[in-house]
């Protein structure tokens, strides 16, 4: 089922209290694709979520299933599932009659709904505790039985609302993997809302970055990583988040060159080409991503001066922090690299990895 | 002095506290019960006997047949009102009264409490604060304007008029209550309630009223007790013998020197049982099916 979110706005409250939680969005969610949601909180992306499901009303806009309109109807008639981040179970159900309510109050066959429900609790191995109440079950058990009550009734649109922010790390990581294996069988379009970028980068076949009610960026995973449209998203994808610098453009004999931290640097040529078209001289920041800095003496030119602040060692990789010209910059090295504490560096930066944005708007230079 | 002792002397200061506070909460209603089955004659002798010497059943026997024959073969007097054959009708007017009530406080106040905390209207925080003034203001003060109302209605003297009198006492701590009790169950169980494909009254009948089901028998309680144990406005709304609750009711076996405190003994035992068996009944619903578990916490 595709979905299709037309000039989408919801506003909450009235008068000095007025909240614009979403802003003229204008989404479409493919046909069996994992789109998620993803941005800070206060983004707007569970209202979107809950304005997909029915349960909030768009003050704006129209929201259509396939060729459908379905704005105006009730989250019963839209035939979704939708899984909380408090998994909501009905507590006074056991978990056999919490995965039958929706096929019940349906009036489905009840040897229809006893079968359902027992190949549902199979795929997800809940199976021996379906007469025991959501209150004897723990965390990660409870969490399957939400998404049970969800793929149970076989939905045309999947709708998770920060469904492993309650689980503990490592529960969390291997659910996160099977509810992208369940995807990948199911085929059922999903939309998934986390605040978390990793998620959103692992499980998605595209992401939507929201920021303050507005949506950012939508585009696959890889695409998003390589190519942000603005900080915004550059500082929020990725872990740890790319590093900025202020930066000046300059016209030099060579063409333009960029000035950071007293160090002028010649630049690549897609950007080179990207700033002749515009003025003499502008502010700008730079953008690199913690992976694209490397280590050198801090004797060789054309090297950005640094010291090392603290030094954060992962297992695989060492993350070292670095005060550059006062700013904070974080690389990412091999764990054998030999760096401690106060050590003065050079920093070479990985000139055709960089990314420049304009230093007002924040918008990507390309 | 060791631990053990220490824990000892705790234990004992503890059982003391606690069978001193039993038979001093108890002692009444043993009394009454002995009492009530003490023939006349042993019943007010010096000095007094704890246990009853004869059992007899004549003061049961004369509240729920009405007959007051023993009177006259026991006493020789035989009094004017000749209450005893009025205690089943009494009996009946307290059920009806408090029945009654209960049902009207308590499915009001669960009407009302879901739709202050479920939706939002024009007033609702002045409706919320206003009745919960109502509920400040000791009882006392509405019973005389609720009787001239009353009397303006025609209603002086019947039954209904106990009700609706009742429920102006009841209901602001019902609505109080079952409003307490809503908004601790959270609204995404409505919500994947109404996705699941209920509607918004499937969802209440069958998600939302078994969770509030404790605050329901809370109410109940509350409401049936305060019905059944009022004096004041029975004593003021009513006044032909045969309408009477319990409560006033069984004032008239003090007749003028000569208290049967038999029958009174009988009659307060006998009030008292339908509340223990309500008690009893709903006891163990007052602490299972709390919404433990449907949300993380």
């Known amino acids: 089922m595709e979905i299709r979110l037309q000039g989408v706005e919801k506003v909450f409250g009235r008068g000095a209290r007025t909240v614009r939680a979403v802003r003229a969005l204008d989404l479409v969610i493919p046909s069996g694709e994992f789109v998620t949601l993803v941005g800070p909180s206060g983004c707007g992306k569970t209202t979107t979520l809950r304005m997909i499901a029915g349960l909030e009303r768009p003050t704006a806009g129209r929201i259509f299933f396939g060729d459908r309109d379905v704005t105006d109807w009730e989250p019963r008639d839209r035939n979704v599932a939708m899984v909380f981040q408090n998994y909501a179970l009905y507590p006074h159900m056991n978990v056999f009659r919490n995965l039958a309510y929706g096929l019940r109050v349906r009036r489905t066959a009840p040897e229809v709904i006893d079968r359902q429900v027992q190949d549902t609790a199979r795929v997800l191995e809940i199976g021996s505790y379906l007469d025991r109440k959501p209150r004897e079950l723990s965390g990660g058990q409870r969490q399957r039985v939400a998404l049970g009550r969800a793929i149970v009734r076989n939905p045309a649109v999947f709708l998770m609302d920060e469904p492993l922010s309650n689980l503990d790390a490592k529960l969390r990581l291997t659910t996160r993997a099977e509810l992208k294996r369940l995807h990948l069988e199911l085929r059922t379009t999903t939309v998934y809302v986390t605040h978390d970028q990793l998620e959103a980068m692992t499980m998605s076949d595209r992401v939507a970055v929201m920021h303050d009610g507005v949506l950012q960026q939508y585009d696959g995973p890889a695409v998003l990583y390589e190519r942000p449209v603005n900080t915004f998203v550059a500082g929020f994808i990725g872990s740890p ?35 002749d078209q515009r003025a003499e001289r502008r502010q700008v920041v730079l953008g690199v991503r913690p992976e694209h800095l490397r280590f050198q003496s801090p004797q060789v030119a054309g090297v950005l001066p640094a010291r090392v602040f603290v030094v954060e060692p992962v297992g695989a990789e060492t993350y070292v922090d670095l005060l550059v010209n006062g700013h904070r910059v974080v690389a990412r090295v091999d764990a054998d690299t030999a760096v401690s504490v106060d050590d003065k560096v050079g920093l070479v930066v990985d000139l055709r990895r960089i990314h420049l944005f304009d230093g007002e708007t924040g918008q990507a230079i390309r | 002095m060791t631990y053990e002792t220490r824990r000892r002397l705790r234990l004992v200061l503890l059982y003391t506290t606690l069978v001193t506070v039993t038979v001093v909460i108890c ?13 006349n004659d042993e019943m007010l002798r010096l000095p007094p006997t704890f246990l009853p010497e004869r059992l007899t059943a004549d003061h049961y026997r004369a509240l729920l047949t009405g007959r007051a024959m023993y009177f006259e073969a026991a006493t020789g ?64 003060i509405f019973v005389f304007p609720l009787f001239l109302l009353m009397a303006r209605l025609g209603l002086t003297d019947r039954l209904p008029s106990l009700v609706l009198g009742y429920i102006s006492i009841t209901l602001p701590f019902c609505l109080w209550l079952m409003w307490a009790f809503f908004r601790g169950i959270p609204l995404e169980v409505e919500e994947a309630g109404l996705i699941d494909g209920a509607s918004r009254l499937q969802v209440f009948w069958q998600i939302v009223l078994p969770l509030a089901l404790p605050g329901i028998i809370a109410t109940s309680i509350f409401s049936f007790v305060v019905s059944w144990n009022d004096y ?15 409560t006033v009711g069984v004032m008239h076996f003090f007749e003028g020197v000569h208290v049967d405190w038999g029958l009174m003994m009988a009659s307060a035992v006998l009030m008292t049982l339908p509340l223990s068996i309500l008690f009893m009944l709903v006891q163990r619903h007052l602490i299972v099916g709390f919404g433990a578990g449907a949300v993380k916490g």
Do not use: C
Request: charged share 10%; no cysteine.
């Open chain 2, 77 to 140: 007097y035989r009094p004017k009102t000749a209450p005893p054959q009025h205690f089943l009708a009494w009996f009946f007017n307290s059920v009806v009264v408090s029945v009654g009530t209960t049902v009207i406080s308590v499915g009001v106040s669960t009407l009302a409490a879901y739709s202050l905390t479920r939706f939002s209207f024009p007033g609702q925080r002045f409706f919320s604060y206003f009745s919960l003034m109502g509920y400040m203001v000791p009882s006392v």
């Open chain 1, 241 to 275: 988040p790319m590093n900025f610098l202020p930066a000046t453009v300059e016209r030099s004999q060579t063409g333009m060159a960029l000035q950071v931290a007293g160090v002028t640097v010649a630049l690549p040529d897609p950007l080179r080409r990207a700033l």
């Open chain 2, 232 to 246: 004041l406005i029975a004593r003021i709304f009513m006044n032909s013998i045969s309408q009477l609750p319990l």
């Open chain 2, 27 to 39: 002692f009444p209603l043993a009394w009454a019960l002995v009492t009530s089955v003490k023939p």
